[in-house]
C-alpha cells in the first residue's frame, strides 16, 4: 500500500533552517519519483522540488534554488528536503507526492500527473 508521511515543520525565524522528511511505505524510491510542493493560505499549490528515482538528481523551483536541498536515504524510506535561509514567502503546508517513473521528475512540479500525496506538514517562518 503506498503512504507518505511527512514531518518537520514547525515555526522558524526568517534567515533560519528546517529539515523536512518524507517517509514512504509501500514502494522502493528507486521506481518512485518524489516532488515536493507547498501552498501557502489563500495561494495555489507551487511545486518546490523533486528527486528522480532511476539516480537521484534533484529539480528545483527558481524561487528556492540555492537555498534548498532534496536528498533521499534509500535505506530509510525517506526524502529530505533541508530549507535554508528561509523567507517570508516561504511559509505554508509542504506536501510530499509520488509518481511511479523512472525518468521523469521535473514535469510534476506543476501538479499534474500525481498519483499519491501525503498530508502535508505546516511551515511558518515568523520572528
Known amino acids: 500500500q503506498v503512504q507518505l508521511v511527512e514531518s518537520g515543520g514547525g515555526l522558524v525565524q526568517p534567515g533560519g533552517s528546517l529539515r523536512l522528511s518524507c517517509t514512504v511505505f509501500?514502494?522502493?524510491?528507486?521506481?518512485?519519483?518524489i516532488p515536493w510542493f507547498r501552498q501557502a493560505p489563500g495561494k495555489g499549490r507551487e511545486g518546490v522540488s523533486c528527486?528522480?528515482?532511476?539516480?537521484?538528481?534533484?529539480y528545483y523551483a527558481d524561487s528556492v534554488k540555492g537555498r534548498f536541498t532534496i536528498s533521499r536515504d534509500n535505506a530509510k524510506n525517506t526524502v529530505y528536503l533541508e530549507m535554508t535561509n528561509l523567507k517570508p514567502e516561504d511559509p505554508g503546508v509542504y506536501y510530499c507526492?509520488?509518481?511511479?517513473?523512472?525518468?521523469?521528475?521535473?514535469?510534476?512540479?506543476?501538479?499534474?500527473?500525481?498519483?499519491?500525496w501525503g498530508k502535508g506538514t505546516l511551515v511558518t517562518v515568523s520572528s
Open positions: 507526492a509520488a509518481q511511479r517513473s523512472r525518468y521523469n521528475c521535473q514535469r510534476y512540479l506543476n501538479g499534474g500527473g500525481v498519483d499519491y
Open positions: 509501500g514502494f522502493t524510491l528507486d521506481d518512485y519519483a
Open positions: 528527486i528522480r528515482s532511476r539516480d537521484g538528481y534533484p
